[in-house]
């Protein structure tokens, strides 16, 4: 049954993460995204919405947004960006939190939801947001206690770490995600599925080396450097090139590379993929490169990163999809690593209701 509700969406990069929500029924009447270029792209995808570009914390742009704020708009979806006070940042001294205004972005949604009657209002974002703290009522909270506070009149609140790959995703993709939602009204968590392994979710694709083209649509391998190709050719299913003895990344000057122990890595094909970050693209970043198969030689396939479609595929990423024209190979995969997998956020909202 389709859930029929409108919605307005903040902090929208491109609307990847949205993509799939048109198939339960919800209809997203405006967006806000700060960055023009991931503005476009979003009103590429969502050409009746309204989208309000610029700074949320400009009083214009934040009017612009309150506008779209009706009777019938009865659902809030927002990822701020991840600044707070956490162990883990840049800003460990109290002083320089205080002083970075982005820090306070938390509470520009609130603003919004003090501004409308929304009976669903989902917040999302990467599981450290629900450790960080944020400065409230001459205290430092956490978002669940502030929301709480704020809220729990007439909100249930609840916080969870859910992770993509188990709901039908074939990628390890742990987000944090708060629902809040009317006492009156219910909001389920979906049921966890059996894992997708890569070999299940991209097997079926034929082989590419560095460089190379297929006739399918997305599935081309990007270029590497010779150097890291002729380590990789070398490392096995689920290793890392820095281990090997002498097939090991170099520097141009021929200087043993150094580095993390899964960075220059393949992927399993018994796994799920690792997470899709903005940097998929890197041959050399974290977990990035395709699992290969052995060849008759002793060397393996496939010294690369993921395809553009392998990567549609594990972010469950309808694979047909259309993006605006000259659209880079590196903006699609950055956008496509600052969201939510679509069919993970569908799943969620799906149980609206339930």
């Known amino acids: 049954m389709k859930l029929n509700l409108n919605a307005i969406s903040l902090f929208s990069s491109a609307g990847i993460g949205e993509l799939l929500l048109d198939k339960i029924g919800i209809n997203i009447v405006a967006a806000n995204e700060l960055l023009p270029k991931r503005a476009e792209c979003y009103k590429h995808f969502n050409p009746t919405t309204n989208i309000i570009t610029g700074d949320i914390r400009n009083p214009e742009v934040k009017d612009q947004i309150k506008k779209e704020i009706n ?173 090997n003895e002498f097939y090991y990344p170099k520097k141009a000057n021929g200087d043993r590379i150094s580095g993390f122990h899964n960075t220059f890595k393949r992927m399993h094909w018994n796994q799920p993929a690792h997470a899709r970050t903005t940097y998929c693209g890197s041959i050399s970043s974290h977990n990035n490169v395709h699992p290969g198969r052995k060849m008759d030689d002793g060397t393996y396939s496939d010294a690369r990163v993921l395809t553009l479609l392998e990567t549609f595929i594990v972010s469950s990423l309808p694979t ?14 950055t956008v496509i690593g600052e969201s939510i997998p679509p069919l993970m956020l569908m799943k969620i909202l799906s149980q609206i209701n339930n």
């Open 71 to 243: 009777e019938n708009v009865k659902l809030l979806l927002a990822t701020p960006p991840c600044q707070g006070l956490s162990s883990l940042g840049k800003n460990k001294i109290q002083s320089h939190f205080e002083e970075d205004d982005r820090n306070y972005l938390i509470f520009d949604i609130f603003d919004i939801i003090d501004s409308g009657d929304f009976d669903y209002i989902l917040i999302e974002n990467v599981p450290k947001f629900l450790n960080m703290y944020f400065p409230y009522k001459g205290e430092y909270l956490h978002l669940e206690q502030i929301l709480n506070d704020k809220y729990s009149s007439d909100y249930t609140i609840e916080a969870a770490v859910l992770n993509a790959k188990d709901y039908g995703i074939s990628q390890t993709r742990p987000r944090a995600i708060v629902k809040i939602y009317k006492n009156t009204l219910s909001w389920g968590w979906p049921e966890v599925e059996p894992e997708i392994p890569l070999i299940d979710a991209i097997g079926h694709l034929p082989s590419l080396e560095s460089g190379e083209k297929s006739n399918i649509p997305w599935h081309e391998a990007k270029e590497h450097n010779d150097r890291a190709v002729i380590a990789l050719k070398h490392t096995p299913t689920g290793q890392s090139a820095l281990k």
């Open 320 to 333: 047909d999809i259309d993006f605006p024209p000259g659209t880079t190979d590196n903006f699609i995969r």
